[in-house]
Every structure is written in C-alpha cells, then in structure tokens.
C-alpha cells in the first residue's frame, strides 16, 4: 500500500502520519485521537513536570494500545538577563498601559526545559516507543538512556547537515522540516534564517545524504501533500497544522477563529513570542514589535513578560499577544475530528499514489 515502509516498520503504525507535538494547544485528547485513526499521536512534554507527563501517558496508554511519541526540546539554556528582559518589558510598556496590568507586579518566568536526567528517568519508566527531539539531541548519556528502553529516537532537521548530524549522533528517524512549517524552527547547527530551506527541497536532500527514514514536515495538510513527501523519497509525514481546529485540540475560541480565518500570507517567522525563530499567524505584537525584534530576550525568556498580556487580552476575547503557531498550509485544515481526519488524509494520499504508480 505504503510505497515505502522503513518508517512504518519502524514505528508499528497504521499509516505513516506523525501528529506534529504542538505544546500548549493539544494534550491527550488529540494523541488518542489521531491513534485511532491510525497515526502516530505525539505528546508535547518539554513543558510538563514529571507528574503531568505520567497523568497525560497514563490517559493515552488507557483509552489506546497504539505506539507512542513523547517529544522533548534539547535546547541549550540561556540564564535570563534581568537588564535585557527590564528592557524588553518596557518595550512592551505601551501594552501594559492599555491593559491596565501593572507592569511591576510579579511573573511567573516562562517555562521550556530542555531534555534532562529528571525527564530521562520519566521516559525509562513510561516507556513510550517512539521520543523525538527539537533542537538537536540530548548529551550523549541521556540519549544512550533512552534508546536502552528501546525507544525509536526521531529528531528534527532544518538543513542537510542537521540530518548528517543527527545520523552520526544516534537518531533513527530524521524529520525533515521546511520553513513552511509551523511553531519553533528545529535548527541547532545554524541560525541563518534567511538560509532554512523549503520542504520540497530539503527533503530529497535529506534523503540523499542519510540511510536513515525521512519524515516531511512543513506544508502537507492534505492527501496531495502527503503523496508529494512520498514521491521526494520520504516514508512519513509530520502534520500539526491540519489538526489545530479539530474539536480535539485546545485551542481556545478566539484562536480557533483567528486560525479559520487566516489565508496563504498570514503566518510569519519570528521571535517576538518567545526569543526563538517560530511561524505561526501574525498578531498584533509580532506585527507592531518584530516579526523579528533585537529586543527580544532569549528563549524562553520573552514569553515571560508577554504572560500576562496574553492573559488580559484573552480575557477580552482578543489574542494580540497569543501564539499562534501554524504553518504555511493553514488554510487546507479542516475543523473535523482527528480521527477521521487522519483516516482521510490516509486514504487521499493512497489514492494519489495508486494513480501516480500507473
């Protein structure tokens, strides 16, 4: 059926649909969800404590016995920098005004950890099958950790020497991820935003210069996208976009609308949100502040200041300051539920590549 299988047998799915780990709009619901439609559900955990992982795992393994990805960020952290982020808050100072939130009142600091000893023991004690990691691969030891539990170990790349990298370093499967995806750019060997490349590109690339399977990324909400990974050499897909306004996801009211209404020009790459290149559709800030601003401070630490403005604004229906991460693609999601929308996107690509086989 699947004209290539290595990522199938790797991974025991039905299909070769990965759900994209979209931290902060999905949870359980939607991993269960695109599992039994035959996919493989993935669960973003970079920000959940040891606990919330293990009730989120606990959920999933009792409604679903399919396969199972945890995703983690192996970012390197940077200390936050009380002048840059003092600088950054009065950057947004004007918004705080118009608000009403009193700008001296205390934070809570954003939180994205990246992969360590503590998360490390989670994942020997859950066992999921599959983890895969952004932004490069955790040190070596933890990494030899996880791969005794015989988890398969996927990683996103954004340029072909990422995916050299990551083969040499001990993953299995690369997730090639065109700049037309959505949320935070995987890159760790460059920061040359001008330089990411496209799916169609990267991916054929990728695919020359492993022996590993390749998972496309970026822009493919549909069988016809799908179909066109295949026919570039992957043997998966990774899909986030498609699935943000089905019923499953978390995405809040105002959200959901701003997604349904967004078109082929909306999204952007910037950093404003967080201190890290990500695309998603333009808000208010990214449009008055970045999309990319110097000002910025480092990930995670822009996000913090921009905490309770998303609070306030959202109270009034508005997300001037919410992420809306979302690729290139939007605009071909459907608000369906997951499990039939991953059944169809299975059955479209397969027609496609029956009538593209002849």
């Known amino acids: 059926m699947w004209p290539d299988r290595r990522f199938l047998d790797l991974v025991k799915t039905e299909h070769p649909i990965v759900l994209a780990p979209m931290a902060g709009v999905m949870d359980a619901e939607l991993v269960i969800a695109v599992a039994q439609g035959g996919g493989l559900g993935s669960l973003p955990s970079a920000m959940l404590s040891a606990d919330k992982a293990r009730e989120q795992v606990n959920i999933i393994r ?27 808050k009065q950057r947004l100072g004007a918004y705080y005004q118009e608000y009403g939130v009193d700008p001296a009142a205390p934070i809570t600091a954003a939180n ?13 004690e859950l066992k999921p099958e599959i983890v895969s990691f952004h ?26 020497r990422e995916a050299v990298w990551l083969e040499q370093n001990g993953a299995d499967v690369i997730i090639a991820q065109g700049a037309e995806a959505g949320g935070h750019r995987g890159m760790f060997l ?5 330089e990411q490349v496209g799916t169609f590109a990267l991916v054929p690339q990728v695919v020359d210069a492993v022996n590993l399977p390749v998972v496309a990324a970026g822009g493919i909400a549909d069988g016809r996208g ?26 809040s009211a105002p959200a959901r609308a701003a997604l349904a209404a967004a078109d082929d020009e909306s999204t952007v790459i910037t950093n404003v949100m967080t201190g890290r290149l990500a695309r998603g559709v333009a808000n208010r800030v990214m449009r008055e502040v970045g999309p990319i ?34 690729g290139q693609a939007l605009p071909l999601g459907r608000a369906v539920p997951a499990t039939e929308l991953t059944r169809t996107l299975a059955e479209q690509a ?5 009538k593209m086989a002849g």
């Open 350 to 354: 397969l027609a496609r590549l029956a």
């Open 293 to 326: 601003s110097p000002d910025a401070p480092a990930f995670p630490h822009a996000a913090t200041a921009l905490g309770p403005l998303k609070a306030a604004a959202e109270k009034q229906g508005r997300v001037d300051f919410t992420n809306l991460w979302a």
């Open 112 to 124: 994205r950890a990246p992969f360590d000893a503590a998360m490390c023991a989670v994942v020997e």
């Open 226 to 251: 799908i179909a066109a990974a295949f026919a570039l050499g992957a043997s998966g897909v990774q899909i986030g976009s498609a699935y943000l306004r089905c019923p499953e996801s978390k995405v």
């Open 62 to 88: 009792q409604r679903v016995s399919a396969p199972l990805n945890l995703n983690f960020f192996c970012h390197i952290p940077v200390e936050a920098d009380a002048a840059r982020e003092a600088g950054w």
């Open 190 to 194: 460059t920061d040359k935003l001008a």
């Open 135 to 160: 932004f490069g691969l955790p040190e070596p030891s933890l990494l030899a950790r996880v791969k005794a539990t015989g988890a398969v170990v996927m990683a996103s790349a954004t340029v072909v």
